[in-house]
Each structure stands twice: as C-alpha cells, then as structure tokens.
C-alpha cells in the first residue's frame, strides 16, 4: 500500500493550501483536516491528493448550496454553520483512490 516513490513523499506537501488556511483563520479549519491530507498525500501521491481535495471542497460547497437551498423553500431563516472537512474529503479521497 505504502509506495516510498518521490511523489508519495511529496504528497504530504498537498497539505499546504490547507495548513496556510488554518494559519490565516485559526478558528476555521482544525488540525484533523490538514492531518487527513498528509496521510492520503503519502498514500496516494501529491496530484491524487489536490484532485481528491478539489473533489471534496466541491462537495462542501454543493452541500452548503442544497442546505441553503431547502431554507429558503421552507421559508426559515437561513442561519450560517460550520461543516466538518474530514467526511467530504474522505468523499473525494476514496473516488479519486478507486477511480
């Protein structure tokens, strides 16, 4: 499973866009996240690890849009929350993994 080529290695630097992320906004995205993309980065290399992360802030961003979406056809009052990163990057993790 563990394949010690340089762009496994190199995956881990996949975490970057989220470790500078989590620098500019402390409150925003946690540890766990950028954690996950390290492990997945050495498992899968650095370019399935940015394409399974692109996957999976798509799908943050759908799930926030249908969820806006179904508060305004029930006519609440749409009120801004925080998602977990983790389960929608695992999403994009095991499509790019098995694709």
Do not use: Q
């Amino acid at each position: 499973m563990l394949d010690f080529k340089t762009v496994h290695l190199i995956g881990i630097l996949a975490a970057l866009p989220l470790l500078f992320a989590a620098m500019m906004s402390p409150s925003g995205i946690g540890g766990g996240d950028i954690k996950l993309v390290v492990a997945v980065g050495i498992v899968i290399g650095f370019w399935k690890a940015l394409i399974g992360m692109a996957i999976g802030l798509s799908l943050v961003i759908i799930f926030h849009e249908a969820v806006k979406l179904i508060y305004r056809i029930s006519s609440n009052e749409y009120r801004c929350a925080a998602y977990p990163l983790a389960p929608f990057l695992a999403l994009g993790y095991v499509c790019v993994y098995f694709l």
